[in-house]
Nanobody
């Protein structure tokens, strides 16, 4: 079983940085692919970044490429999302997710089996 808990959200000025963390209390963390998604008010949930369970493949939405970095520490059962050069349009609730998806499905929310409760990120202009 996987139980994900996000942390690290908050209020930051445009151009600033935040690092989100997502910790899992389960025992099979290393065998799961991990993704970050976000949802702004009135908007659909959208893909942000993901890492295949092997750690070899990563994928990023075009809107965050070059600014966000996903990483994982299997020893700590934790996945991170380092967010730099934040923009007001990055404001959203950010969710981490875990699943045994293939590389081709990392962007698809339905491919993930477990979700965290979300953490709010607000970027002021």
């Amino acid at each position: 079983q996987v139980h994900l808990v996000e942390s690290g959200g908050g209020l930051v000025q445009a151009g600033g940085s935040l690092r989100l963390s997502c910790a899992d209390s389960g025992r099979t963390f290393s065998s799961y692919g991990l993704g970050w998604f976000r949802q702004a008010p009135g908007e659909e949930r959208e893909f942000v970044a993901a890492m295949h369970w092997t750690g070899v493949s990563t994928d990023y939405a075009d809107s965050v490429k070059g600014r966000f970095t996903i990483s994982r520490d299997n020893a700590k059962n934790t996945v991170y999302l380092q967010m730099n050069s934040l923009k007001p349009e990055d404001t959203a609730v950010y969710y981490c997710a875990a699943g045994r998806s293939s590389v081709s499905r990392l962007r698809i929310g339905a491919a993930y089996d477990y979700w965290g409760q979300g953490t709010q990120v607000t970027v002021s202009s």
